[in-house]
């Protein structure tokens, strides 16, 4: 399946992660981290369509956080909540159109009204794709998708598993498409259930840089990284591949 880079823009996503060591590093509670972090998210998408981004997916809130403790969930999603509250109207005229992705059963009311609002009110938004994920899993949202390719097929007339691909392709990638650069911070490397089908040839940054430390220089410096890697796509670097040219002097 081959997908040259977009001329339409990227779709990056972040794992957000470090906030807790920024805060711990610096003798405050975790919270504080969390509270920093909000101005890396405010940065990062005010600079995003400048540096090619159409669609951001940022990672909030894994369904596995709510391992944490419950005032410390309970803090992310007061936080989650004012970023929405107050970034609502600049995220308008920026032309920002936001999406929350992930389980939206067990959200607090008050954040899911918030959330509904600044959708409701952002969904004209044409300069970029913002997605946030909140209680999201990847493997829940493949899970969905397949629960939705399982309900279209019947004993008699089983669905092949190419027709269950591209449906599960269709439900998760429709709306913002495949994941070309995924960074992650906090010096982790690993996904934590984030993109895990969309990101199936994405390429990867893992930086040391704690989130509320991360600017606009930092995103630059990651998107300059990824503009350096050769994308292949299973197939071979295209300057190697000589049956290209003579094949279509052959049809002509
Ligand atoms: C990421 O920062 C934010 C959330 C997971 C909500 P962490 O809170 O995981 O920060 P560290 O990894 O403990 O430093
Ligand atoms: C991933 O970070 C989730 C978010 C950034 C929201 P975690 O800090 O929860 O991931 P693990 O536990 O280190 O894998
Ligand atoms: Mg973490």
């Avoid at 957000?16 to 998210?41: E, F, I, K, Q, Y």
């Avoid at 956080?65 to 999603?77: D, G, K, L, T, Y």
């Avoid at 936001?98 to 300069?127: C, F, H, K, Q």
């Amino acid at each position: 399946m081959m997908q040259s880079k977009s001329s339409t823009g990227l779709h990056v996503a972040i794992i957000m992660d470090g906030n807790g060591r920024w805060a711990t590093v610096r003798g405050l509670p975790r919270v504080s981290g969390h509270r920093a972090g909000v101005t890396a998210v405010r940065r990062v998408v005010e600079h995003a369509p400048g540096l090619g981004i159409r669609a951001l997916t940022l990672y909030a809130f894994s369904s596995d956080n709510w391992a944490r403790p419950p005032q410390e969930v309970q803090s992310i999603f007061w936080i989650i909540r004012a970023f929405l509250r107050l970034e609502c109207e600049r995220l308008r005229q920026q032309g920002a159109r936001l999406e929350v992705i992930g389980r939206r059963d067990r959200i607090p009311l008050p954040l899911l009204r918030e959330i509904e609002r600044t959708e409701s009110i952002t969904a004209e938004g044409g300069s970029l794709h913002l997605r946030i994920a909140i209680d999201y899993s990847a493997q829940t949202s493949i899970a969905v998708a397949l629960a939705t390719a399982a309900s279209q097929t019947s004993r008699h007339q089983p669905l092949s598993a190419e027709s269950v691909r591209a449906i599960v392709t269709h439900t998760l990638t429709a709306g913002s498409g495949n994941v070309d650069l995924l960074i992650r911070t906090g010096g982790e490397q690993r996904l934590s259930d984030f993109l895990l089908w969309e990101s199936a040839y994405a390429e990867l940054v893992f930086t040391p840089r704690m989130w509320p430390d991360f600017d606009e220089s930092d995103l630059a410096a990651a998107l300059g990284d990824f503009n350096h890697r050769e994308r292949r796509f299973g197939a071979i670097p295209s300057s190697l591949d000589q049956s290209a040219p003579s094949l279509m002097e052959n049809a002509q």
